[in-house]
């Protein structure tokens, strides 16, 4: 069963076989080991400790030094026995306290130092090692050899083992063999790699003349003659149409800096329009009209903004459900969205989805509406109160109208009327399936109206346009519309919003306003119409309480406009990540129409 293990009795060992076969090895560590205690018998702390160490080790290393200067002055060589000229160079000497130094590099193999180290540690005895002792890993070997060089007989030896032009080289760098000849081979090469890693000042100036002189500088922008723009439009290259747009915008942008001498203004404008509708394929009609309304950096801006389409947007038919509830229904079908803003507090956004939007249950059931997020600021603008008549002069496809019948909660009375009855039958659908019950729907035409009927509290003029706000929707917009189309799509503005205003009563107790929009953002389209407007009848233009969007034109080009326009409002894709759009609030103050001057 064997003895058992009392684990309370600690037996004493005594030292083991090497140590009792190495007596006196306490003795010799000490040597190394820093004290423990100091003078007084006070146990040192393990700095302490180290501190007193370095006090020994710098004791050590100036005991050395002095050694080193009293030979320097006897004038004797040190020579470690079966030292190599080519290999080590060490001072050694034949007095038993002279000690061999250790290199910086070595070209003699490790095993070959070894055995001439063993060889001579006999000789040198104890000696040997108290001055290895003393000594620091930070001795010099560089300052020993200058002072004390190898023979004369190596010298020669070293010199026969150099190729000529190993030689040539030495005597051109110091002028004389002598300097050469005081180092070791390895010496020789710590320098040379020094020379050429750290260069002299003027070489350093040199260097940088010609990095100077090959650094390319910035290519003026040349324009292209006539035949190159002709041969580039047969095969465009659009990458290359896109560059030259980048460096034609950058030279006008700082013209009398950046210009190339004896090139007008007109040039550089031509080639930039020639550019452009090449590169976005917009008509050269268009291009002018959007050139004159917007700087050329927000200019490219704009036209890119048209090549990504719009954020789809739903807004929240608050008749049958509330915004947060709609939300977590979508939701839980896989569609990602969010709040569209703090101005709306019934839109939605939506990034994804993996059901289709436009069939859902919550859309057939009429929570939601697919619209734009312009198309919600007209009828925040025109404000509609309960228990009010409100006229929708074009109202296709109904998503304006149902919003109006949303804010007045199904009172009063809307009269949604379009010219197109085509149309009419989407906005019957529409109100069918959003819960609509207070609107009646009309197919009239709108510049007859005030004869049909009039007397209206509030009047939304949603008025038909060429549509340059909602190019990345119809992109057949860039090339199909041209200066007749534009005059043709004002002169009928200017009609309809004269017929809106007829059909407004000024003594409303609540109302008498119009708003008039278009989703166009031609100047010819909204502030010339509007200005129009202001001179023909007894308006005035109010603030729309939206806060935020650009203030219309006071001024444009030759034209001057009346300066409350300022109060009108114009949204950019570029700028608002939404259609291109124009509102303006009038308020009419009295229902006499006055009278032309002839």
């Given amino acids: 069963m064997g003895r058992k293990l009392d684990v309370l009795r600690k037996e004493k060992r005594g030292p083991g076989r090497k140590a009792r076969k190495q007596k006196g090895a306490e003795v010799e560590l000490a040597k190394f080991l820093p004290p423990t205690t100091d003078s007084s018998g006070k146990k040192l702390s393990s700095h302490a400790r180290k501190r007193a160490a370095k006090r020994r080790m710098g004791s050590g290393k100036a005991q050395a030094r002095r050694n080193l200067l009293q030979l320097k002055k006897e004038g004797g060589k040190l020579r470690r026995p079966g030292a190599r000229a080519s290999g080590y160079p060490q001072l050694g000497g034949s007095d038993s306290s002279s000690l061999p130094l250790t290199p910086a590099k070595r070209s003699q193999p490790a095993e070959d130092y070894e055995e001439e180290h063993l060889e001579s540690s006999g000789s040198e005895g104890e000696g040997g090692a108290d001055a290895w002792e003393s000594m620091g890993d930070d001795g010099s070997d560089e300052e020993m050899v200058d002072d004390y060089g190898a023979s004369s007989s190596e010298e020669e030896e070293v010199g026969t083992l150099l190729l000529p032009i190993e030689q040539a080289a030495r005597k051109q760098k110091s002028g004389s063999p002598l300097a050469w000849d005081s180092l070791s081979e390895d010496d020789s090469e710590e320098e040379e790699e020094e020379r050429v890693s750290s260069p002299s000042k003027g070489q350093k100036e040199e260097e940088d003349a010609d990095l100077q002189l090959n650094m390319e500088p910035d290519e003026q922008f040349v324009l292209p003659s006539g035949e190159e723009v002709e041969r580039a439009a047969e095969l465009p290259d659009l990458q290359l149409i896109h560059q030259r747009i980048k460096d034609n915008v950058e030279v006008l942008q700082d013209f009398k800096a950046k210009r190339e001498v004896g ?215 860039k090339t199909n519309k041209d200066e007749k189309d534009m005059l043709r799509c004002a002169h009928l503005q200017k009609e309809l919003l004269l017929s809106a205003i007829d059909s407004v009563n000024a003594a409303s107790e609540t109302g008498g306003y119009v708003v008039y929009c278009t989703c166009s953002i031609l100047v010819e389209e909204n502030e010339w119409v509007v200005d129009y407007a202001l001179k023909k009848r007894n308006v005035r233009l109010v603030p729309t309480g939206l806060d935020f969007g650009k203030e219309g034109f006071t001024r444009f080009k030759d034209r001057r406009f009346h300066p409350s326009l300022k109060l009108t409002r114009r949204f950019y894709p570029h700028t608002h990540n939404m259609d291109g759009f124009f509102i303006a609030k009038l308020k009419k103050f009295s229902n006499v129409i006055p009278k032309m001057l002839k």
């Fill in 263 to 477: 090139r007008a203004r007109q040039e550089y404008l031509a080639l930039l329009r020639h550019d452009l509708a090449a590169y976005y394929s917009y008509s050269d009609f268009l291009l002018k009209k959007l050139m004159d309304l917007f700087p050329l950096p927000e200019l490219v801006n704009f036209l890119e903004s048209n090549e990504v389409p719009r954020p789809m947007t739903l807004r929240t038919n608050t008749l049958k459900t509330r915004r947060r509830d709609l939300a977590q229904a979508l939701i839980n079908r896989g569609v990602n969205l969010d709040p569209l803003g703090k101005w709306s507090k019934t839109g939605l956004v939506v990034y994804d989805s993996s059901v289709p939007i436009g069939a859902t249950p919550e859309y057939l059931a009429g929570h939601y509406m697919l619209q734009g997020a312009s198309s919600l600021l007209p009828v925040m603008a025109l404000a509609p109160q309960e228990n009010e008549r409100v006229l929708d002069m074009c109202c296709a496809p109904g998503g304006k109208t149902s919003y109006i019948a949303q804010l007045m909660k199904n009172t009063g009375v809307i009269l949604a009327n379009d010219s197109n009855a085509e149309r009419l039958r989407s906005v019957v659908g529409n109100l069918h399936r959003l819960g609509v019950t207070n609107a009646v729907l009309s197919h009239c035409d709108g510049r007859q109206f005030p004869k049909v009927l009039g007397g209206f509290d509030r009047v939304l003029l949603d008025a038909p346009c060429s549509g340059t706000g909602v190019i990345s929707k119809d992109p057949a917009v």
